[in-house]
């Protein structure tokens, strides 16, 4: 199925004052434009750095740009598209952050 990305603006503004990350979204949303999921293992394939995080959350934590920026967004998989919900953008060191608070199941940011 193909993926319906909600509040892709969220990676532009963070791009806005972290130019040197451009270039990893960018990449990033071109393999989100073309990905075909129909279960969520199928986003490991896509992003073969990317962790499935636990709880039942339905949340993916992709590292971005080299392991430098982390990206947690929420997965929906409907009969005929996924909806991908980006609920938080940070460096490795904000999410380590998160991490340590147990925040990363619950925080939405955007």
Known sequence: MKVHLIRKESLEAFGLYHAQSRGAFGEWLSKVK???????????HTFGSADLLGRDCHRIVSDIGGNKHRLIA????????VHLFICWIGTHAEYDRLCRAGEQYTIHSY
């Open 34 to 44: 073309f990905a075909d999921w129909e279960k969520p293992e199928d986003i490991l």
């Open 74 to 81: 929420k997965y929906a998989f409907e009969e005929t598209q």
